[in-house]
């Protein structure tokens, strides 16, 4: 089965700073990748995915992220962190058989420091 | 359009209770996913339902069933809740069942606590 591993419970930044949030996955076979955010009694939202076409990804509210299969990761950035990315964040796989059920990562917690 | 929708959004129970959960998948969407996101952790697979079968199971006892109507809507039922039951339930729902990189919406979760 597939598994993902957050480094990094928390972070925190200050306002306008670089957000890099590390996601790495374990699969011989690259599988489909996901990063979602939770804001607080909220569901999630889906920032951006890769589905094996342009390993740089860009999604919603100015996140990005970079597939590299060398390295097994898929970390996620922002070049300047606002108050309102305050939130946790998840990153998913998802195998490329079978039902397409997602397996997340244990979240990072991102807190902006005005 | 109105995104997925999730009831009760709050719900207490004590140990050894049966509780249903509802959801309601965006309109024209055909699959719905079941996940339990415990307290400080990531959500976890329960169940997978598309056209009314089940497309996949994640690793949960087979006190954890589900179900999918003909209108796609789907009900998560739990028996003799435990403690450790005690969760963020979370649906959602994607346009079809088969392909894998289909992009799943989430609802705002059912909060279920047993006492």
């Known amino acids: 089965a597939q598994s993902v591993t957050q480094l990094g419970s928390h972070v925190s930044v200050s306002e306008g700073a670089l957000v890099l949030l590390r996601c790495n996955y374990s699969s011989s076979v690259p599988p489909y990748l996901f990063w979602y955010v939770q804001y607080p009694n909220q569901g999630l939202q889906l920032l951006l995915k890769y589905t094996s076409a342009a390993t740089l990804v860009k999604g919603i509210n100015g996140f990005e992220a970079e597939f590299k299969k060398s390295e097994t990761s898929f970390h996620l950035t922002k070049p300047s962190a606002h108050m309102s990315d305050a939130a946790e964040y998840f990153c998913?796989?998802?195998?490329?058989?079978?039902?397409?059920?997602?397996?997340f990562g244990t979240g990072t917690r991102l807190t902006v420091i005005p | 359009d109105a995104g997925v929708t999730q009831s009760p959004t709050h719900l207490i129970k004590t140990r050894g209770q049966h509780v249903t959960l509802r959801c309601s998948p965006i309109s024209g969407h055909k699959s719905v996913s079941w996940y339990q996101q415990v307290l400080g952790q990531g959500p976890q697979f329960i169940f997978q339902?598309?056209?009314?079968?089940?497309?996949g199971r994640g690793n949960f006892p087979d006190r954890f069933s589900a179900r999918q109507f003909p209108n796609y809507s789907s009900e998560l039922n739990v028996n003799a809740l435990l403690l450790g039951d005690s969760a963020l339930y979370l649906c959602a729902s994607s346009p079809s069942g088969t392909f894998i990189a289909d992009t799943q919406y989430f609802g705002p979760g059912t909060r279920l606590t047993v006492l």
């Open positions: 339902y598309y056209e009314k079968e089940e497309r």
């Open positions: 998913a796989v998802s195998e490329k058989t079978g039902a397409n059920n997602l397996f």
